[in-house]
Nanobody, 123 residues
Framework: QEQVLESGGGLVQPGGSLKLSCTSS????????AGWYRQAPGKQRELVVA???????YYGDSVQGRFTFSRDTVKNTIYLQMNNLKPEDTAVYHC?????????????????WGQGTQVTVSS
């Protein structure tokens, strides 16, 4: 069964940067929409970014202009470059392959959800 695995989380000071990676053991990220979610304690899961296989990328309002999604189809890996990090970005970040509802909104596909990597922004 194909698996996805994140890496790259850690502790960073406000204003700093981190780059998350998520690699699939198969080819899902080469053929499917993908993105990143995050969940902070006591808060609902939030879709941070979603990107179609055609290259259209949608960012949440809270990360627009600071986070950048990218994809390497040869390596079956997606990335999340996070700049100018803020304490409110602290969360567990999960990568996912995504499905799309008829309304155009995204949802995580079962079986393509990473275990998560902790990002903590604190001085």
């Amino acid at each position: 069964q194909e698996q996805v695995l994140e890496s790259g989380g850690g502790l960073v000071q406000p204003g700093g940067s981190l780059k998350l990676s998520c690699t699939s053991s198969g080819s899902i990220f080469s053929i499917n929409a993908a993105g990143w979610y995050r969940q902070a304690p006591g808060k609902q899961r939030e879709l941070v970014v979603a990107s179609t296989i055609g290259g259209r990328t949608y960012y949440g309002d809270s990360v627009q202009g600071r986070f950048t999604f990218s994809r390497d189809t040869v390596k079956n890996t997606i990335y999340l470059q996070m700049n100018n990090l803020k304490p409110e970005d602290t969360a567990v970040y999960h990568c996912a392959a995504l499905g799309t509802y008829d309304t155009g909104s995204f949802y995580p596909l079962r079986g393509y959800w990473g275990q998560g990597t902790q990002v903590t922004v604190s001085s």
